[in-house]
Nanobody, 122 residues
């Protein structure tokens, strides 16, 4: 079992930047792939970005490519989502996720955090 706690959300103006963090605890000895999802008000959850355990592979949704960067520090058991050029449409609750299978991280990951609110004003 892995526990995930997100932080770093807040209010930012359009065009600004923000960095989200996700701290993992529990069975962190496993080589979990990590990902970020988001859910805007009245909309379904959508995939944002994912990173393999080794950080050798990353995958991004088209709507964030070139603006968001996912990274991780395995020594600290933390995954980051650096967001820049933020748009009002990026407003959502952002969730951290983990799975020990790379192929599942973009769809149905096993573990989820509680989420952190990101609000982008125009």
């Amino acid at each position: 079992q892995v526990q995930l706690v997100e932080s770093g959300g807040g209010l930012v103006q359009a065009g600004g930047s923000l960095r989200l963090s996700c701290a993992a605890s529990g069975r962190t000895f496993k080589r979990y792939a990590m990902g970020w999802f988001r859910q805007a008000p009245g909309k379904e959850r959508e995939f944002v970005a994912a990173i393999s355990w080794s950080a050798g592979s990353t995958y991004y949704a088209d709507f964030v490519k070139g603006r968001f960067t996912i990274s991780r520090d395995n020594a600290k058991n933390i995954v980051y989502l650096q967001m820049s050029s933020l748009k009002p449409d990026d407003t959502a609750v952002y969730y951290c996720a983990a799975d020990d299978t790379w192929l599942r991280i973009t769809g149905e990951p096993d573990y989820w955090g509680q989420g952190t609110q990101v609000t982008v004003s125009s």
